[in-house]
């Protein structure tokens, strides 16, 4: 067996289902009292006042100002994404470790996309444009870890989502976020693939936006189910350690064991975790507390065995690989 699948083969080995489900500690939203601008008002790590107050004064400002309004508040936002019904769109924001959802009234959102682990990654040979569907033989992943690479942010993901080609360099080198069917935000250029290596570490490099009105977040995010996750640091990849995934196809929080490596998996650890295709490239990432922190152990790569085990590699040896660091969410 190969040791990294293909995007397009990540589930097919598999054939028992065995991912689990996240800590009870894992951390939700407060549901708060609407206002008048804004059809839900949840928080977490903060309280129902300050996410009202956050509510009323982002509501009735004008799309293209609800980024500056929320930074002028004391908050980062993460994203935000139409509903796809009633003329409403879904607002995250972040902080420090506080997170807060809002559904707003309005239409079109407010352009704040931007790069956070767990979200969905179009990989293709061809241009890519925002608000177009995907290309044929385009690859779909998932959004690992963000980083620190010579100075700038950048972000991680599985190397054979990329691809190579028979000279060894990479095939799908165009790369966009997705968001429903259609893309969200052209990245661009794969800027390091560590498949083609000798060593073979399955993993590329990829550029997020940098200005204010493109976050990059050091979250997972959990979309409406639950506040985004706080990335605090790494931890190795321990038999036995608790971890879980969240991917685009299995969705968040799957959780589960380091079993063991196993022949044919080129000694990556494995898991108990089952995955799917697309969930390549996925953050791996220790069991959430009660304060919503996290810490990063890997990117899924490999599906393997009868047992349907999830397979990462570790997040030390390829952040050393790169030079790079992991970038970490503010504390306060």
Known sequence: MKRALNASLLAVAFVLAA???ASA????????QKTAETKIVDVSGATCDEARAVATAVGAAPAGDVGAGLRALGWTPVRATATGYDESYDLFATRGRAALFLRL????????????????????????????????GAAVCTAGFLIRLSGSLAGLSAGHCAGLTKKRTTLRRNVALRETRELSLVLGGVQRNLWRKRRGIDAVVLPVPSDP??????VVDRGILGP????????RPKIG???CFSGRTSGIDQCGEIIRSYPGTGGLPCTTISAGEGDSGSPVYTAPTADGTVRAVGVAVLV????RSMCFEPIGPLLRALDATLVKAPAG
Do not use: N
């Open 105 to 136: 009234r309005g239409e079109p959102p407010p352009d704040l996309e931007g790069w956070a682990a767990g979200r969905e990654l179009v990989f293709s040979r061809e241009q890519l444009l925002v608000g177009a569907r995907a290309p044929m």
């Open 228 to 235: 985004p996750l706080f990335v605090a640091g790494s931890a």
């Open 25 to 32: 500690q894992a951390p939700k939203y407060t549901v708060c």
């Open 213 to 218: 009105g493109r976050p990059a977040a050091p």
């Open 19 to 21: 991912a689990g489900t």
């Open 241 to 243: 350690r608790r971890v």
């Open 304 to 307: 393997f065995g009868p047992l």
